[in-house]
């Protein structure tokens, strides 16, 4: 079963992956919740922000990501759609604004928000972008996660596993993937996005070299038959994640050697470095400009 391929299976850009660099919507009204089963009791959600997978047990829910505040209430019906039964736990993928800005509701509602330990440090101590130099204050107390990890965790609810794991220094200092083996399914947060150039964090610990690293791992860990939920984009699978993981080399190579030849980063921009992708994913100026100023800062930071 195929989703989504490389360049030629890309029909369109959407922004640049949201987070840090993103803003946030001023008008949720239109905003539509769509529910997409994978398999296994295991759903995607698609709406404003990053995706969010639901997986049922039998007696609880758990949730990876939570968009923004102000679309709770609709999250909640697509959830309740789908099962009646309460969500135990929330995962966060990393801590921008777009796939946890319903912690605080969720956690109002009996949910144990689950992170890596770096991610919480991240929303504790706010951040800033290292982009724009836009600051995200620290986080509301009832948003912090109640729990968090180091390297790798199990979470059981209603006779289902949850593995989470975190790729070091990739998209941020403090990413978590979530691995359902029972659907076969792989939710990666913004490490992967299919159909648009990703955001690297580079301010917040994330970094290009990591980012291909840990592509590679997921790449490892998955089959033919994996379901690839991205932290942004339509479904993908292990092809999506190699075609993907040559987007990511082949940019970081052609900007390293732009840097090599000693360009700036505004020369690298004006030189269109990555023009077949610029053209496949149908990105406008600024998204191309950020692609290349995320990867530059990765390797040659500021």
Same mark, same amino acid.
């Given at each position: 079963?195929?989703?989504?391929?490389?360049?030629?299976?890309?029909?369109?850009? #959407? #922004?640049?992956?949201?987070?840090a660099s993103a803003q946030l919507p001023t008008d949720f009204s239109q905003t539509v919740i769509t529910t997409t089963p994978l398999r296994g009791?295991?759903?995607?959600?698609?709406?404003?922000?990053?995706?969010?997978?639901?997986?049922?047990?039998?007696?609880?829910?758990?949730?990876?990501?939570?968009?923004?505040?102000?679309?709770?209430?609709?999250?909640?019906?697509?959830?309740?759609?789908?099962?009646?039964?309460?969500?135990?736990?929330?995962?966060?993928?990393?801590?921008?604004?777009?796939?946890?800005?319903?912690?605080?509701?969720?956690?109002a509602d009996g949910a144990t928000i689950v992170s890596q330990a770096n991610m919480r440090t991240l929303l504790e101590t706010g951040t800033v972008?290292?982009?724009?130099?836009?600051?995200?204050?620290?986080?509301?107390?009832?948003?912090?996660?109640?729990?968090?990890?180091?390297?790798? #965790?199990?979470?059981?609810?209603?006779?289902?596993?949850?593995?989470?794991?975190?790729?070091?220094?990739?998209?941020?200092?403090?990413?978590?993937?979530?691995?359902?083996?029972?659907?076969?399914?792989?939710?990666?947060?913004?490490?992967?996005?299919?159909?648009?150039?990703?955001?690297?964090?580079?301010?917040?610990?994330?970094?290009?070299?990591?980012?291909?690293?840990?592509?590679?791992?997921?790449?490892?860990?998955?089959?033919?038959?994996?379901?690839?939920?991205?932290?942004?984009?339509?479904?993908?699978?292990?092809?999506?994640?190699?075609?993907?993981?040559?987007? #990511?080399?082949?940019?970081?190579?052609?900007?390293?050697?732009?840097?090599?030849?000693?360009?700036?980063?505004?020369?690298?921009?004006?030189?269109?470095?990555n023009a077949d992708y610029d053209t496949a994913m149908n990105v406008d100026e600024t998204r191309i400009g950020n692609w290349i100023r995320v990867?530059?800062?990765?390797?040659?930071?500021?």
């Amino acid at each position: 079963m195929k989703y989504v391929f490389g360049l030629a299976g890309i029909a369109a850009a #959407l #922004l640049f992956a949201g987070g840090a660099s993103a803003q946030l919507p001023t008008d949720f009204s239109q905003t539509v919740i769509t529910t997409t089963p994978l398999r296994g009791n295991t759903y995607m959600l698609m709406g404003e922000g990053g995706n969010i997978t639901v997986a049922v047990g039998s007696d609880s829910i758990l949730v990876v990501d939570s968009q923004f505040a102000p679309l709770y209430e609709r999250i909640k019906a697509a959830i309740t759609a789908i099962s009646d039964l309460p969500v135990r736990y929330l995962v966060n993928t990393h801590h921008h604004g777009d796939h946890i800005g319903g912690n605080a509701l969720f956690a109002a509602d009996g949910a144990t928000i689950v992170s890596q330990a770096n991610m919480r440090t991240l929303l504790e101590t706010g951040t800033v972008n290292g982009l724009t130099g836009n600051v995200t204050p620290p986080a509301a107390a009832e948003a912090l996660p109640a729990e968090t990890f180091d390297d790798m #965790l199990t979470l059981r609810f209603g006779g289902r596993d949850a593995e989470l794991g975190h790729p070091v220094g990739a998209h941020t200092s403090g990413d978590s993937f979530v691995r359902f083996r029972d659907a076969d399914v792989l939710a990666t947060g913004d490490i992967v996005t299919f159909g648009r150039y990703p955001n690297i964090d580079f301010a917040n610990g994330g970094n290009i070299n990591q980012m291909i690293e840990a592509t590679d791992a997921y790449i490892a860990m998955v089959d033919d038959d994996t379901i690839i939920v991205p932290g942004h984009g339509a479904l993908g699978n292990k092809e999506s994640l190699i075609d993907y993981r040559a987007m #990511l080399a082949t940019s970081r190579d052609r900007v390293a050697a732009l840097i090599a030849e000693g360009k700036t980063v505004d020369e690298i921009i004006a030189a269109r470095p990555n023009a077949d992708y610029d053209t496949a994913m149908n990105v406008d100026e600024t998204r191309i400009g950020n692609w290349i100023r995320v990867v530059y800062y990765s390797l040659a930071p500021r």
